[in-house]
């Protein structure tokens, strides 16, 4: 249900602002592939809508697997590596990174697109309060405990 709005709210924003300025989906897809240990049906559908999000942006179904495979699996192999303390800051760098695959590796390298160097970060910043807000929401309280 959470990837189904998430989905619909990333598609209202860019029908709003007409470009695409949350991706409130993938980092979903971040926060599951950190903090879940067993791969469940939200998993699937984040990733199969990621797809259809990039399907529309790019006109390409399968280009999302260019990001989602690393960082699923840079995701486990560093969750097995770094204590559970550490799992806040792992999700940031997977977002990090994340941003880095989209814009450098698809964008400019790819589809060859000038980025702007002021929208791509608003983009950034706007991006790291939404994964705040994803993080703390889910986490509660006990995040003032890391502080």
């Not at 979903?28 to 950190?34: D, E, P, R, T």
């Not at 797809?51 to 690393?70: E, K, S, T, W």
């Not at 969750?79 to 695959?101: A, C, H, P, Q, T």
């Amino acid at each position: 249900m959470v990837p189904i709005i998430l989905f619909i709210l990333d598609f209202l924003i860019y029908a709003i602002f007409d470009y695409w300025l949350v991706y409130s989906l993938a980092i979903y897809f971040i926060f599951l592939s950190v903090y879940r240990e067993k791969i469940d049906r939200s998993f699937y559908v984040s990733a199969f809508l990621i797809l259809v999000q990039n399907c529309f942006l790019y006109q390409r179904f399968g280009l999302g697997l260019l990001f989602l495979i690393p960082i699923f699996s840079t995701a486990r192999f560093l969750k097995s590596v770094f204590l559970k303390n550490w799992l806040l800051i792992l999700n940031y760098f997977l977002v990090i990174l994340f941003f880095v695959l989209e814009f450098v590796v698809i964008k400019k390298l790819i589809f060859l697109q000038n980025l702007a160097l002021k929208s791509t970060f608003l983009i950034f910043l706007v991006n790291i309060m939404i994964s705040s807000l994803i993080l703390f929401g889910t986490r509660g309280n006990r995040f003032l405990s890391l502080l």
